[in-house]
């Protein structure tokens, strides 16, 4: 009798069950420690005001935030596959660099490794997001073929481009911890400006 009561109920509209709600699509940020909140909390990181900014404009993403403090671009190309089987980002956000650059390791390498990490997100229909990074002017000729290195990337796999992740932070000391290496609570709305610009374009394509 149950059995028939309920097959009746549902003929006839009695129950509904509502349509499972769409599954948010991922971006992935994938950087060093500037990106993993180093010495702050981690709801005050850019990748966390990145995801309270995609819901305030309403877009339907999620953020996975898989930076690890100390990370080279080799570390990086090493552990991005797992990564991507794993999250199965819609967009990746690659912010690696700085500690290849601070450690003084060849610009040729960090471009390849740049190069299969882009490759590699390419290959599973992910939309790729390159964040430049800077090296004080000490560095002499080596600083520049740093940060050209970047947009050389972007350019040869048609990625977005972000300039510099600390554009209007690096010269302004007070937005430094103690260190002089990693920004501040207050200096994370401008990183999550940086990464907005070069972002937003990416959040509008189908």
């Known amino acids: 009798m149950l059995r028939l009561s309920l097959l009746v109920c549902l003929l006839s509209g009695g129950l509904s069950f509502a349509a499972p709600a769409a599954l948010a699509r991922t971006i992935l940020v994938f950087g060093d420690s500037l990106s993993a909140g180093y010495g702050i909390r981690q709801d005050a990181a850019w990748p966390s005001l990145l995801e309270k900014r995609l819901r305030e404009n309403k877009f339907d993403y999620s953020v996975a ?31 690696l660099g700085s500690n290849d650059g601070l450690r003084g390791l060849p610009v040729a390498a960090m471009r390849d490794n740049l190069l299969a990490m882009t490759d590699s997100a390419q290959k599973k229909k992910a939309r790729v997001l390159i964040v430049g990074q800077r090296l004080p002017p000490n560095y002499g000729p080596y600083a520049v073929q740093f940060h050209a290195a970047f947009g050389e990337v972007a350019k040869a796999k048609k990625t977005a481009y972000v300039n510099f992740l600390l554009d209007g932070v690096a010269l302004t000391q007070e937005l430094f911890q103690a260190d002089n290496l990693h920004p501040t609570a207050a200096a994370q709305p401008r990183l999550l400006d940086n990464v907005w610009r070069g972002l937003e374009p990416l959040l509008k394509q189908r």
């Open 65 to 95: 935030n898989a930076s690890i403090s100390g990370e080279t671009t080799s570390g990086g190309r090493a552990r991005l596959g797992d990564i991507l089987d794993k999250q199965a980002p819609d967009i990746v956000i690659i912010a």
